[in-house]
């Protein structure tokens, strides 16, 4: 039986974040400004120094990040989100563009959001855009503050990061603010963050019911394959190994065998240690690699709740 958040634990949660985003600045960025629309709960982030500005959309998800873990690159789900991103601008004398939430990797000119996964229901396009240009499937708000542009996702032009936080979780998904929702379970992508195999293990199991994903289809590794890309990552760790050195790679967690799908010469025990298993986010293929080298993506595997994570506290609830 699913348990409801009692308004103590809401108020809490508000007043927690209200306290995270009471700060001027981040420790290596400048000032940020927030404001939160009433109407949807979502807190809308920017920071104001344009020495912050990156060149990809990639580098914009890590500013993000960097400003608070529950936070991604913000899209808007309806026309008053707009209007309080456009006072935020105005708040932090914001006059240059910035990176969004959303892309058309997927089919040309059908943008999803990059919360979500689904096509985007509001937007404010400039005129005759988007076009068919399959060089651009990133989106940015341009410098007027009001109206969206494509761009290539590694543009090249520095640009602002709009972030946000999604304050209250979807009930469809009841996925945290920074995951994206997949087949009942959310998934929480790191952008440019790499590591070993142990530190990304650690990392997702720290988190109350977290874990290194396991793809258990074709399907799970093409949309793993897909946020990879979108979060600047060459290769990601999967949550399976050969930890026996017997030649046979199971799941990291036991239960059904997961879904292989091997580069054409692997697997491949030439390596002496105990193999662990990265996904190529340019082919979706499986690669052994050794567990102590620090080159894959951290993507964790959780079950859908509500987090709040702060410097000193993380919270997590069954909804």
């Known amino acids: 039986m699913k348990r409801k958040n009692s308004p103590l634990l809401m108020l809490l ?20 400004y927030n404001l939160t629309n009433p109407e949807t709960k979502t807190v809308f982030l920017v920071p104001s120094d344009s020495s912050d500005d990156v060149k990809s959309f990639a580098e914009a998800r ?16 309806i026309a008053s989100d707009s209007a309080i991103v456009q006072q ?43 076009t068919h240009d399959d060089s651009k499937n990133c989106a940015m708000l341009e410098e007027g503050r009001e109206t969206w542009d494509e761009e290539k996702c590694d543009g090249g032009t520095d640009r602002g990061a709009l ?15 920074q995951s994206v929702p997949y087949d009942g379970l959310c998934y929480d992508f790191h952008p ?32 793993l394959q897909l946020h990879a890309q979108l979060s600047g990552l060459d290769a990601v760790w999967l949550g399976i190994w050969d930890n026996d050195t017997d030649e046979v790679y199971r799941g990291l967690y036991g ?32 690669e052994i690699r050794d567990c102590a080298t620090p080159e894959g993506g951290i993507v964790c595997q959780l079950e859908p709740g509500i987090f709040l994570k702060t410097e000193e506290t993380f919270l997590y609830v069954f909804v």
């Open 13 to 32: 949660t508000q007043i927690l974040l209200e306290c995270i985003l009471m700060a001027t600045g981040v420790i290596g960025l400048g000032p940020v």
């Open 192 to 223: 440019l963050r790499v590591a070993d195999f142990v530190e990304a293990r650690q990392e997702c199991e720290a988190v109350g019911h977290g874990r290194l994903v396991v793809p258990y289809s074709l399907d799970e590794t093409r949309f």
């Open 62 to 77: 890590a500013i993000c990040r960097q400003i608070n873990k529950m936070a991604d690159l913000a899209d808007m789900a």
């Open 255 to 286: 239960g059904a065998t997961p879904y292989f799908n091997w580069e054409s010469n692997e697997p491949n025990e030439d390596l002496g240690n105990v193999g662990c298993v990265v996904m190529l986010a340019d082919t979706g293929t499986y």
């Open 88 to 130: 935020l601008m105005v708040n932090a004398d914001a006059k240059h563009s910035h990176w969004l939430g959303i892309h058309d990797i997927q089919t040309e000119t059908v943008f999803h959001s990059l919360r979500t996964g689904q096509p985007v229901v509001y937007s404010a396009w400039k005129e005759n855009k988007p």
């Open 163 to 177: 972030c946000s936080i999604l304050h209250e979780q979807s009930q469809e998904s009841g996925c945290p603010s």
